[in-house]
């Protein structure tokens, strides 16, 4: 009788205090570790009768759309009053880091938090020194000086983000305008397309590249075309493969700017 009274005045202590167990808040923070969820922080549980009241945070891709981060909110609500039907939760949804590894997500990042969009993200390392390069897409209503100090704000701010980083240099553009292209000459394919057949490995191998495609943006010609390897080639060597291709068409075709080499198995094309 001693021992049932403990319990039960414990409990009845504990549902004044609004007091929770520790596996109540694993449980919780279970449900809402759903897909896209990278982790869930700040758990806090408060029992008023047999209602629930949850308070937590999402961590999720920084690249994600607001849209897509609220139907993820959406989601690990529904996963917790699925298992709790008398909860009432509110769900914070916060950006996880960056890879460290990733400069051109890091870059595009950072232009959006100052109302810009970044494109044509290069990271170039000459003597021992690392610097970016980036176009950052702006509306065309925007007055010079406005333009120019988000640019240096970007610029600060991946600094900042990656010490690295000796020299960021960004250009600005209104926004719609990359992409453009101009035609290109049949007479300029053509001799694009013999340099390419000239590639000794492909003539070793027998490989037909296919899917030419010559466009012309502002000095700059940018090729993309598919090659097809064995099934069982290694991504390192395949890599490795469009790499000596690319650096055989810069040696031959001036003014060339990027360069687009997509690899399949047979079959595919």
């Not at 996963?79 to 997500?105: L, M, R, S």
């Not at 590249?209 to 390192?236: G, M, N, Q, W, Y």
Request: charged share 30%; net charge negative.
């Amino acid at each position: 009788m001693v021992w049932v009274s403990l319990q039960l005045g414990r409990k009845a202590i504990d549902d004044l205090l609004d007091s929770v167990s520790p596996e109540l808040s694993h449980r919780i923070a279970a449900a809402a570790k759903i897909a896209d969820v990278r982790e869930v922080r700040q758990v806090r549980v408060r029992r008023s009768g047999p209602a629930l009241f949850v308070d937590l945070a999402l961590v999720i891709d920084p690249g994600e759309s607001l849209e897509r981060s609220h139907e993820i909110a959406d989601q690990a609500e529904a996963a917790i009053k699925a298992q709790f039907a008398h909860a009432d939760v509110v769900v914070h949804v916060e950006p996880g880091p960056v890879a460290a590894e990733d400069p051109g997500a890091t870059a595009r990042r950072l232009a959006a938090r100052h109302g810009s969009s970044a494109h044509d993200i290069r990271v170039i390392e000459e003597d021992g020194c690392r610097t970016m390069e980036l176009h950052l897409e702006m509306a065309e209503s925007l007055p010079l000086d406005e333009a120019h100090r988000r640019a240096s704000a970007v610029e600060s701010d991946l600094k900042a983000a990656m010490p690295s980083l000796a020299k960021v240099i960004t250009h600005i553009e209104p926004a719609g305008e990359s992409g453009r292209v101009r035609d290109v000459d049949p007479g300029e394919v053509e001799r694009i397309s013999a340099s390419l057949l000239r590639f000794p490995e492909l003539v070793q191998l027998g490989i037909q590249p296919h899917d030419l495609s010559v466009r012309r943006t502002e000095d700059e010609l940018a090729i993309s075309f598919h090659c097809t390897l064995a099934a069982a080639t290694s991504i390192k060597r395949a890599h490795a493969f469009t790499e000596r291709i690319e650096q055989y068409l810069r040696s031959q075709i001036p003014n060339l700017g990027r360069v687009t080499v997509h690899t399949e198995p047979p079959g595919e094309h």
